[in-house]
């Protein structure tokens, strides 16, 4: 039917309530039974749906004697004295509705709607008692009705396809009548434990993927990354006007979660935003965008400082598009605990390092999302993320290690699921002095350290051995590279070769910053010490201290080697090679003319083609240059609660509008 007021398609259940009254027309019920209510075929109840014996008849049986609706309303008016004996007398002492009805010229009745024993507002009650009356249910799930004829009565349930409908069933009380809606195989809520708690949902904050996993379920980039290509998102097309410029054709059926229409003005001020080192923090990655502006209502041209083929990674990973009436009213600070992008999800409740809410966005331009609502919260101690699965507080963990493998598969209501991780773990071998000057040493270093066995036997497999800076699967990567492998008697001959026999070397390593790191880095360290010509030591470092050490953009200031993690969230293939070897960079460690002319070229080379051939020789190059002690990529591991349709993501964020339920 349609609804008067509202003017949205919905699903009417009708039921034949009364022929005298209401209390007697529900004589057939006994205490433990109840009526079941067809589902009608959307059309307003007629008149003649509503009078006498006829009233909302349906074919289904009514009660356990296979009777008739239309059955027990004959003979409800015999049976009405049974019928106070029989049926629950539920309380309706909050209410005005009178008990002796029978016979009398008006009366009175209180429905409630119900779903999983739980009130249900806003529900349209219908009672047609030849004049239809509507109401809507309140908090408690009631809807009134005064002053009934007493001749036949319909009650019309009036349901949105929010509540679900598998069943509805009508429990018995005097003058009062429970509609309760059978439970949805739809859950309304999607519950996923990161971590490290939600710090902000800013999306110029954005930098780390606990934080891109927040703003994502209510931000929106111009393009995605489906594999290794870029799709089309919140721009439906994009082209190369020139080698420095990028024009997008912009989606025409978005709106702000406010309400308002997303423009070219919006988009390119939201370019323009994220570029800005003073105001954003994710300007570092989209340091290759010059300026954005709009041509046109739904068009937007962005200029480039060079040829750069991976701006439209940087752009599908770092920038997300907002609103720009609402920032230059409200302030850039809003974006600090307020959300108004164009996502499946819209912010409801956000409390800085605990919690974020939301709730589904009804005017989203995509597919809806099965989840009414969502919420991330974040517990740093793995027991605390395990637990949350297992007692069902959370349908998804992530930063999961191989400890926790063993509980997850032995238990018949979880699964794990896996996926080769954005990150890399590796040793820097900084060049610029000492024993790591030499080519030959740094190779002997790669020969030295078993990788296999550190995987296996500390990672339980859950990684795989790495050659190169770019990541399987990124534009660049070499396939015909492999690692090193372990070979110490090739180790400790490269050493010899190289004059530094004796050599003494430092590795730091950060203390529970990646999983295991502690013993994978004890693991590397015993490895080396143990060639005959080289003596090998372990420091701790906290994490803080050792970025601000290698972030100076000084080699000089750094350990001797040191172990740290590197991911590629662009999927691009060149955020390792553009970081770690280029002389702009704060993080360069290793200092090659070869390999900077290689990269440099690549980013400014516009044909796909060539720009994937010049990272391969870049790989190639730092591959055999040994400008890293090659470790390996993880393996994200997630716990997932079982019923929950979800698969990882290669940029490791969690988006819950792909989320679906399965029972």
């Known amino acids: 039917m349609t609804d008067p007021d509202k003017g949205v398609s919905r699903r009417s259940v009708l039921a034949a309530v009364g022929t005298t009254s209401v209390t007697a027309a529900l004589a057939g019920c006994s205490d433990d039974e109840s009526l079941t209510l ?112 007493p001749g036949a009565v319909t009650v019309v349930a009036d349901v949105d396809d929010e509540h679900g409908t598998d069943e509805l069933t009508l429990d018995d009380g005097e003058n009062r009548l429970r509609l309760t809606l059978g439970s949805t195989s739809e859950r309304e809520e999607a519950w996923l434990t990161v971590g490290q708690s939600p710090r902000a949902v800013n999306p110029l904050e954005a930098v780390d993927v606990n934080t891109q996993t927040v703003v994502e379920q209510a931000y929106e980039p111009l393009l995605a990354v489906d594999g290794s290509e870029l799709v089309a998102h919140l721009a439906t097309d994009w082209s190369r006007p020139s080698d420095r410029v990028i024009a997008f054709d912009i989606r025409e059926d978005v709106v702000f979660h406010d309400g308002s229409p997303m423009t070219a003005d919006d988009v390119a001020f939201s370019i323009n935003l994220a570029i800005d080192s003073t105001q954003s923090d994710v300007a570092f990655d989209l340091d290759t965008i010059e300026e954005a502006q709009a041509i046109g209502e739904f068009t937007v041209e962005v200029g480039l400082t060079d040829a750069a083929p991976t701006a439209l990674y940087s752009l599908a990973a770092y920038c997300r598009i907002l609103n720009r009436d609402w920032i230059e009213s409200t ?99 900084p060049n610029d002095e000492g024993p790591l000057a030499s080519q030959a040493v740094r190779q002997a270093l790669n020969y030295a350290v078993d990788v296999e066995a550190i995987v296996d036997g500390i990672l339980d497999g859950f990684a795989t051995p790495t050659s190169q800076p770019s990541l399987p699967g990124t534009p660049g990567h070499d396939p015909a590279l492999t690692p090193y492998g372990y070979d110490p008697s090739r180790a400790e001959a490269l050493i010899e070769e190289s004059g530094e026999s004796g050599a003494e070397l430092t590795v730091v390593t950060p203390q529970g910053r990646y999983a295991s790191d502690v013993e994978i880095a004890e693991a590397v360290v015993t490895a080396i010490d143990t060639l005959a010509n080289v003596n090998a030591e372990l420091e701790l470092w906290d994490f803080a201290r050792l970025v601000d050490t290698i972030s100076s953009g000084e080699m000089a200031d750094s350990p001797d080697a040191f172990l740290i993690g590197w991911g590629d969230v662009t999927l691009g293939g060149t955020s390792a090679l553009e970081n770690w070897f280029l002389p702009e960079s704060p993080f360069q460690h290793f200092r090659d003319d070869e390999i900077e002319d290689v990269v440099l070229g690549a980013l400014d080379e516009p044909d796909e083609g060539r720009h994937e051939r010049l990272l391969e020789e870049a790989n190639t190059l730092a591959h055999e240059r040994a400008g890293w002690l090659y470790l390996f990529q993880y393996e994200d591991l997630y716990g997932v609660a079982e019923g929950v349709d979800w698969n990882p993501s290669r940029d490791g964020r969690v988006r819950l509008a792909n989320l679906e339920f399965s029972g």
């Open 331 to 429: 302030g850039v600070d809003a974006l600090e605990a307020e959300m108004n992008g164009t996502g499946p999800f819209e912010l409801e409740h956000f409390e800085a390092d605990h919690l974020v809410e939301y709730r589904r966005f009804g005017d989203y331009w995509g597919d809806e999302p099965t989840p009414q609502e969502a919420r991330i919260t974040g517990a740093s101690e793995e027991d605390q993320r395990r637990t949350a699965l297992e007692s069902g507080e959370s349908d998804i963990v992530t930063d999961l290690s191989p400890e926790s493998v063993p509980s997850i598969q032995g238990n018949d209501e979880l699964r794990l699921e896996t996926i080769p991780s954005p990150t890399q773990l590796f040793i820097a071998l």
């Open 38 to 149: 067809e589902e009608a075929d959307g059309d307003e109840p007629s008149e003649d749906d509503s009078s006498g014996d006829d009233a909302g008849s349906t074919d289904e049986p009514a009660d356990g004697d296979g009777a008739s609706q239309d059955e027990a309303a004959e003979d409800a008016e015999t049976e009405s004295a049974t019928a106070e004996d029989d049926v629950d007398d539920i309380d309706d002492d909050d209410t005005d509705t009178d008990d002796e009805t029978e016979g009398g010229d008006d009366a009175s009745l209180v429905v409630e709607v119900y779903q999983d024993d739980e009130p249900v507002d806003g529900v349209d009650v219908i009672v047609d008692d030849g004049e239809q009356t509507l109401a809507e249910t309140t908090d408690d799930g009631d809807a009134r009705f005064e002053d009934l004829s």
